[in-house]
């Protein structure tokens, strides 16, 4: 993340096949054509295809693969999930396209997962004293599978290429650090020193890592005595890319676009001899790879681009004829900020860091086969630094929001001009145009996923989410009118909640398992979600439905605001405050409170949260039929005295029994306090329902003041502190009960 990179690092977990592919494989290993093999619990599949995008080796990989010493010859199927774009090395950026190019082609070096370098093309390298000139000595056994010898030529005669203005190389920027860039054709200062030795001279004093880590990891060694005689402008159009011959360990026959590639073995590989026959490249769709992989029909996974689904974890671990084996890996998953905006200042980046828990998501979405991190690299690379490692710390997070004065309230302020909008336009438009917003919102990324169209995308889903918001229990108040109106508002509390957990484990299963993607990648779950949205707008605009019309003119912003000097309106709007801070407050504070009291680890600890959401959802389904039966008044004492007896219990029990049992009474307790809140205001002044909708829905900045009062507390009081804070909410509540009129 410039600031914040690789907060989801892990250590990748390969699957091999036994008896012929261990044997194989460590000859790939050797020859550098493959890292390892089998896939990752978090979805990526093994390291194969070292080159590609930089892979390291998997040392585990290589002693496991290596414990028989001879193999059998026969034929090695490996598997990617989509197909290769093109087989020329510079016209690519496509990892697909650079498993199968691995296979092919040598690079000068290969990059190891600790940041150091084994050789390949190139045995010998150094740089001079002024860190300018970069010297590399060729290995002189290395030849081209048509029997000619690897030269220095070779090498300065593929820099030319990657430089040629006239061929305008996809892959241009790799030979940028050398003098002469982008002047001419052949203006690159590149030059053979003799047969074997190449001298390269930067522009400027560069790291050798740098070129290497950096530059080298995507130039493949092209043949200048098959391709130097073609002007660099019809480069692309030789012939020799129907059948390419270079320096790597698989020799190219044929392939089937799109779905499968063919070679044998280089029998004469420099580096060791291939100790199999054939090798195969066969394109599989992600749920088909575990059972390939146990029916015998595919032996590899490719590194990078074959990723077994996560369900499929377990699963793979319990077959006999695979073998499972934890490797590190610089895979990392990461947040990219603009470090240029002046509204992400460093205390908000660093604010989000800290934010981040890695812990969770290594052991509840990677199973655990992963390790937190907090740069691109792995603790083992020679370029790891302790010192970005900030920790999870989400109470000096909040610190450093309130320090740099981020105020996540601001956007809630949108739902004041929606209430008088729905004025202007009525209720149901409103809620359509939020539905229109959102679908458009929905729309744009299946256009790409440049930051700013995602940006524009994510925008838009938050202003529509707002117009929602604020728009649709008005619109209910039309259909359900006098005491119904709070169960139905709880009702579709309930319906809310088991949507907001469901829907992302649907929409996922949906895009892996049964929806194609169309090449969206990820980007196939906005278009799911759109339907949903059609859906929505289809049916609710053939519903009739016969609104109130508001009397006089619609309300001004300051008129609208106006309304908090009623005083039921305001004891409404700090109400809603209190159950927000609550909800909020009960969701980070409980785990704390495991963690503080008994010693649990955090793993452990989070399961209190989701005891919260399943009394909270519980409590609104329950209280939907409750309310019709009870009065509002007194179901909502009854939950305000629930809630009190839990805080009370909060600050006295060290069991974890009855701690849990308190968690459960704060989320059955404070399930209905939304609804009963809402629709006592809405019924208390129905002429300015629209606007007095947008005041409570802005209540919900509650969820900003609460927690970071609950900090001030727990920095001086521990996590008794925060209670002590949410049972000032809860007393809030107490005093609004008698407020109630029926």
Avoid at 94 to 111: F, N, T
Avoid at 482 to 504: E, H, M, N, W, Y
Wanted: a negative charge.
């Amino acid at each position: 993340m410039p600031s914040l990179r690789g907060h989801l690092t892990k250590r990748r977990k390969n699957m091999k096949k036994s008896n012929l592919l261990k044997k194989a494989v460590s000859v790939l290993l050797v020859a550098s054509a493959l890292a390892g093999c089998g896939s990752s619990a978090s979805q990526t599949a093994t390291t194969a295809a070292p080159a590609a995008a930089g892979t390291e080796t998997s040392e585990a990989a290589t002693e496991a693969a290596s414990s028989e010493s001879s193999a059998e010859p026969g034929t090695i199927t490996m598997a990617m999930v989509s197909a290769w774009d093109s087989i020329i090395p510079f016209d690519t950026t496509s990892s697909y396209s650079d498993a199968v190019l691995d296979l092919i082609y040598d690079k000068l070096v290969y990059l190891k997962q600790d940041g150091t370098y084994e050789p390949r093309l190139a045995d010998k390298w150094s740089m001079s004293d002024d860190n300018k000139v970069l010297t590399v000595h060729l290995n002189e056994n290395a030849k081209w599978q048509d029997g000619e010898p690897v030269t220095a030529d070779d090498v300065v005669f593929t820099m030319q290429v990657y430089n040629s203005p006239s061929a305008a190389v996809v892959r241009q920027n790799n030979v940028s650090p050398f003098a002469g860039f982008k002047e001419g054709d052949d203006s690159l200062q590149v030059k053979a020193v003799d047969e074997h030795t190449v001298e390269m001279t930067c522009a400027e004093p560069t790291n050798m890592d740098f070129l290497f880590f950096i530059k080298f990891r995507d130039i493949y060694i092209l043949p200048k005595h098959l391709l130097g005689d073609t002007p660099y402008a019809d480069i692309r159009n030789n012939s020799y890319w129907e059948k390419p011959i270079g320096s790597g360990p698989c020799i190219y026959e044929s392939q089937i676009s799109g779905e499968r590639m063919e070679f044998k073995a280089n029998k004469d590989y420099y580096l060791k001899t291939p100790q199999w026959d054939r090798f195969v490249v066969k394109v599989v769709a992600t749920p088909s790879l575990l059972s390939g992989l146990m029916n015998d029909e595919i032996d590899i996974l490719a590194g990078n681009v074959a990723s077994l689904q996560l369900s499929d974890w377990d699963m793979a671990q319990q077959q006999q004829n695979l073998t499972c084996v934890s490797t590190e890996s610089v895979g990392y998953q990461y947040m990219a900020i603009n470090t240029e905006k002046d509204y992400l200042p460093p205390k908000v980046r660093q604010a989000i860091d800290m934010a981040i828990n890695r812990d969770a998501i290594v052991s509840g979405l990677l199973k655990g086969e992963g390790e937190p991190a907090f740069g691109p690299f792995a603790t083992s690379h020679k370029y790891y630094d302790d010192v970005v490692n900030v920790g999870y710390n989400p109470e000096k997070a909040k610190e450093l929001l309130a320090e740099a004065g981020w105020d996540g309230s601001h956007e809630l302020v949108f739902s004041v001009p929606t209430g008088m909008l729905m004025s202007r336009i009525g209720q149901k438009k409103t809620v359509l145009l939020s539905l229109i917003v959102t679908f458009a919102s929905l729309l744009l990324p299946v256009f790409g996923d440049s930051y700013m169209l995602m940006l524009i995308s994510f925008s838009l889903l938050g202003i529509g989410n707002a117009l929602m918001q604020t728009s649709l229990n008005p619109l209910l108040s039309n259909i359900v009118r006098g005491d119904r109106l709070a169960s139905s508002l709880t009702f579709g509390q309930f319906v809310k909640a088991i949507a907001s957990f469901l829907a992302p484990y649907i929409a996922m299963w949906g895009a892996t398992q049964v929806i194609p993607t169309f090449d969206l990648g990820w980007r196939v779950l906005f278009p799911i979600y759109m339907i949903v949205a059609i859906i929505a707008i289809l049916s609710l605009n053939i519903t009739q439905i016969e609104e109130e019309k508001e009397e006089g003119k619609p309300s001004t912003f300051g008129q609208c605001l106006a309304l908090l000097g009623k005083p039921f309106i305001l004891l409404c709007f700090i109400g809603i405050m209190c159950h927000v801070g609550i909800d909020v407050g009960t969701n980070t504070t409980a785990p704390k409170i495991l963690m503080e009291r008994l010693g649990m680890g955090l793993d452990d600890a989070a399961f209190a949260t989701s005891l919260y959401f399943i009394f909270r959802t519980a409590g609104c389904f329950l209280g939907s039929f409750i309310l019709r039966k009870m009065s509002a008044k007194s179901f909502f004492g009854i939950s305000v005295v629930m809630m009190l007896i839990a805080m009370a219990g909060l600050f006295v029990f060290h069991e974890k029994t009855m701690i849990y049992a308190c968690i459960a009474l704060i989320g059955f307790g404070n399930s209905n306090v939304f609804s009963v809140i809402f629709s006592q205001a809405l019924l208390y002044l129905p002429v300015k329902k629209n606007e007095v909708s947008g005041l409570m829905i802005m209540g919900l900045f509650g969820g900003t003041v609460f927690p970071l009062a609950m900090g001030v507390a727990s920095d001086a009081m521990g996590q008794s502190g925060a209670v002590a804070v949410m049972t000032v909410g809860v007393m809030y509540l107490l005093f609004y009960t008698f407020r109630i009129r029926k």
